[in-house]
């Protein structure tokens, strides 16, 4: 039984230019937003499973390094062209030169990895329903399906998803959505420019559709959490940006790691705030080291936003997660 497992149906080889003293270098790693996910929950210490779609040499270069990493896979192979991602930082920055999530699945191929993905999740602690790289993979009722009967079956699923995939894993039932700012304005769901009121809108909408708990990740700005009628701002330490990538596929699993663990969204949305700022001082995308990322979380602030408040109440004080969480379980004693 893993604590966690992740449907990832096409992670991607991830093949990475650098210079290194005056020459060309190549790294070569898996990738994709469910091996980025695994990673750091792999880091705070839980078993991972990723349900995936393993295609051509790609895919058999991918399950080896998966592997290697010590990320359970259960994979379908196939032949075909399997997702890729070739950057160039060489002058620091991510310049793509080819991105690719490969070829989409035919009917057997889903029906096989539906198969293996509803088996291996039911033993799970929790599942994270995550994205493919590229359009056209996999069908968004595909999401609403895994969701609905892992919901049947009490398993809790949070998925990190947007548009149709987003739409559909809401019509099965999830308990987390983590969607950012940016696919909200994507998807339409905010206008460009959408303030606070329009955002905390939105996430009334997403958990009125399916969704237990909302997170809105906003980039350097401090995330949103919706959970019951409340909204709460989550401000992180703002540490010095190498790599924004991978940020909130951090977020994602830490997240996830302390829901698996039996702890509330509070810790987890702090954990995961925690996470998020350390990924993006490192190169790797959904790496971290757990005694870091804890000592980030004691500068995590949670505060209710103040036009959430009564009219003429008085500036809300800012607390900690440990008093937030503490009040949080006083009201619902």
Known sequence: MSDVVIFAPSPVLEIIVE????????????????VWQARMLLSLGREVELCAVLSGETGRI?????????????AVPREGRGGVIVHDRRNGERVPVIESGGDPLARHELDELYGVTLRTALDARLVILSGPHGEGIVPPDFYRRIASDLRTAGVPVIVDLAGERLDAALEGGVAAAKVSDEELRADGRVPEGADLAQLVAAMRH???????VVVVTRAERPALLLQGDAVHEIVGPELDVVDASGAGDSFVGAFASVLAGGGTVVEAVTLGAAAGAQN???????????????RLRGLVVMRPLPDEQDAGAPPAREVTPDELARGIEEAEA
């Open 280 to 294: 993006v001082t490192r190169h790797g995308l959904g790496t971290g080291d757990p005694g870091t990322i804890e």
């Open 206 to 212: 997403l958990g009125e559709a399916g969704a237990e």
């Open 62 to 74: 991918l399950g080896h390094l998966l592997r290697e990493e010590g990320i359970g896979v259960v």
């Open 19 to 34: 210079e290194h003293v005056g020459a060309g270098d190549v790294h070569v790693h898996a990738g994709g937003q469910g």
